[in-house]
Nanobody, 122 residues
Framework: QVRLAESGGGLVQAGGSLRLSCAAS????????MGWFRQAPGKEREFVAA????????RYADSVEGRFTISRDNAKNTVYLQMNGLKPEDTDVYYC???????????????WGQGTQVTVSS
């Protein structure tokens, strides 16, 4: 079992930056692919970014490509999402998730964190 806990959300003005962190417990963390998703009220959860077990492969949603960077530090059991150039439409609850195959996929996530709120003001 993997347990995930997000942190780093908050309120930021448009154009600003935030770094989200996801701390994982579980002995197999380094073998999991990790992803970030987001969900706004009344909307479906959407994929944001993913990273393979080693960090060698990353994948991004078109809406965040070039602005967000996903990374991981397996020694710290932590995955990050650096968000630059934030826009009001980035306002969402952001969720960290773990994927057992270890690849940077968009589906197949088995474990989810509780979410952290990101609010971007105009």
């Amino acid at each position: 079992q993997v347990r995930l806990a997000e942190s780093g959300g908050g309120l930021v003005q448009a154009g600003g930056s935030l770094r989200l962190s996801c701390a994982a417990s579980g002995r197999a963390f380094s073998s999991y692919g990790m992803g970030w998703f987001r969900q706004a009220p009344g909307k479906e959860r959407e994929f944001v970014a993913a990273i393979s077990w080693s960090g060698g492969i990353t994948r991004y949603a078109d809406s965040v490509e070039g602005r967000f960077t996903i990374s991981r530090d397996n020694a710290k059991n932590t995955v990050y999402l650096q968000m630059n150039g934030l826009k009001p439409e980035d306002t969402d609850v952001y969720y960290c998730a773990a994927e057992p195959t270890g690849w940077a996929t968009k589906v197949g996530y088995a474990y989810w964190g509780q979410g952290t709120q990101v609010t971007v003001s105009s």
